[in-house]
């Protein structure tokens, strides 16, 4: 039985994030959310999950279908890791400051592996689907930020995305830093998430 991982902390924050603007979400929808992605490699044999959302353990990987430009393609999706800053780094990336009062930055890295469909010429939309929650509460994504993180990759920069091809992209949100539980969700349209979940020791 696979054991969920604790979660990172980040050394520091990209200046790049600062003045950034805040979406409070509350703990309804389990909607998208737009970010960016890493690294590229073909894909590993590993235990996939192909019902209907749920709890998915820590290394294993569920499946689920996006309705692309270039048509619908068949990805495996695996949380990896949530990297957690200081709420001294949180208030940075918000132009009012009593917006990220006791909350701190969450980056969740999400490898996505293109496994049947067409091509993903540019710009997928693979990581809409996910989000990250709190101890059952739905964090407040961080509108605009870049999710550059070392190991993350930018959906727009990658282009021409083919079957077996995998690339990790982050997504960032703010949470309270009293969290315990920390859950990266990801889900179709309209459909029951699929969720891993990571302690914060």
């Not at 590993?46 to 692309?68: F, I, N, R, Y």
């Not at 068949?74 to 940075?92: C, R």
Request: charged content about 20%; overall charge negative; some cysteine.
């Amino acid at each position: 039985m696979s054991h969920p991982k604790p979660v990172r902390f980040i050394a520091a924050v990209p200046t790049v994030l600062l003045a950034l603007t805040l979406s409070a979400c509350g703990g309804g929808d389990d909607t998208a959310s737009n970010k960016p992605a890493p690294d590229k490699a073909t894909t590993a044999a590993v235990p996939s999950k192909s019902a209907s959302g749920g709890d998915v353990g820590t290394g294993e990987s569920a499946t689920g279908k996006v309705a692309e430009d270039d048509g619908t393609v068949t990805y495996a999706i695996t949380a990896e890791k949530v990297d957690l800053g200081t709420e001294a780094q949180a208030a940075q990336l918000v132009r009012d400051k009593a917006d990220a009062k006791g909350k701190v930055l969450a980056v969740a890295h999400v490898r996505f592996t293109h496994k049947s469909g067409p091509a993903v010429s540019s710009s997928s939309d693979v990581n809409d689907g996910t989000t990250i929650w709190a101890d059952g509460q739905r964090g407040a994504i961080l509108i605009g930020a870049p999710d550059d993180a070392p190991g993350c990759e930018d959906t727009y920069d990658i282009e021409n995305w083919k079957v077996g091809e995998s690339h990790t992209v982050c997504t960032s949100y703010l949470i309270p830093a009293a969290a315990k539980k920390i859950q990266v969700h990801w889900s179709e349209e309209d459909a029951q998430p699929y969720i891993w979940t990571f302690p914060n020791a």
